[in-house]
């Protein structure tokens, strides 16, 4: 199978995030492949859920369920050497992965490391760090990384599950930068109260993933596009931006289904190549 080649690639991509983070007050984006984004704000970047490695694909190479990569990595972790934090949304390799988050921190030794508070010791093991390390993100207790204002929305992967000190362990996070307010719902499905939750943010900006869910697949499920495009309108996101698809072949979906919905809806929309940026 021929790989989809990243719009912008390695130095290609280094040189339009230069490019565009010397330009004050403008808050852009670059999707990098499955729930992966950076954001850039007054040359402040973050890394959001990235998977920038392989390690999915040698893990699963000779099992009932092989990790067939169909997007090339746009750039390597090691490159990324301006990164001021990065989150992981749970525990799941393509949203916490050593073999992308190890060279991130050898690259940028203060990287700050943002996790939901119950998989802190997990995430913790994984690195061979100190959990004192990492950061855990709780419910009403934001975290503030420079200019970013981070606060934690439960997940439902597929269920909203919780630890035994009653914190989340598959969180979104509602990130407010400047005058935006950008949802990344990490892995989730829809649950009750969900959009009442969210409404209230005005997000700017939705990241939604729209792989679905399918039990024959063996992975814990998403939305769908439908269920995205729909969950976008009705928490009145003023833009909404798809993720989490063209990854592994074993699951992944089309995003016309999304695009669609959407429109059915007048739902604003942006379909991003990997390796594309986004000025908001």
């Known amino acids: 199978m021929q790989r989809i080649i990243p719009v912008l690639c390695n ?59 169909m997007t090339k990595i746009p750039i390597g972790p090691n490159q990324l ?23 991130l921190l050898s690259a940028n030794p203060k990287l700050q490391i943002i996790v939901s508070e119950a998989n802190r010791t997990f995430a913790a093991q994984r690195l061979d760090l100190a959990p004192e390390r990492l950061i855990g993100i709780t419910l009403g207790e934001p975290v503030v990384i420079g200019p970013f204002t981070l606060h934690a929305i439960p997940a439902a992967h597929d269920l909203c599950e919780q630890d035994q000190h009653g914190h989340e362990r598959f969180i979104g996070l509602i990130v407010q930068v400047g005058p935006y307010t950008i949802y990344h719902s990490g892995d989730t499905l829809r649950y ?34 439908m269920e995205a495009a729909q969950l976008a309108y009705d928490i009145g996101a003023r833009l909404v931006i798809p993720c989490h698809y063209e990854m592994f072949t074993f699951n992944t979906a089309a995003p016309t289904e999304f695009v669609a919905a959407a429109e059915a809806h007048g739902q604003p929309y942006r379909v991003l190549r990997c390796g594309e940026r986004f000025d908001i």
């Open 81 to 103: 050497g301006f990164v001021q934090a990065v989150t992981s949304s749970h525990n799941h390799t393509d949203h916490l992965d050593a073999e992308t988050l190890l060279p």
């Open 11 to 69: 130095d290609d991509l280094l040189i339009d995030v230069q490019a565009a983070s010397a330009r004050p007050a403008t808050l852009t984006l670059w999707w990098l492949g499955q729930s992966g984004f950076l954001l850039a704000w007054n040359g402040v970047h973050m890394l959001i859920d990235p998977y920038l490695s392989d390690s999915l694909t040698r893990k699963y190479a000779d099992t009932t369920k092989p990790h067939i990569r």
């Open 192 to 225: 009750d109260g969900m959009a009442e939750l969210l409404r209230p943010w005005n997000v700017n900006l939705a990241l939604l993933p729209i792989n679905g869910h399918d039990p024959t697949r063996g992975v814990a499920g998403n939305l769908t596009g």
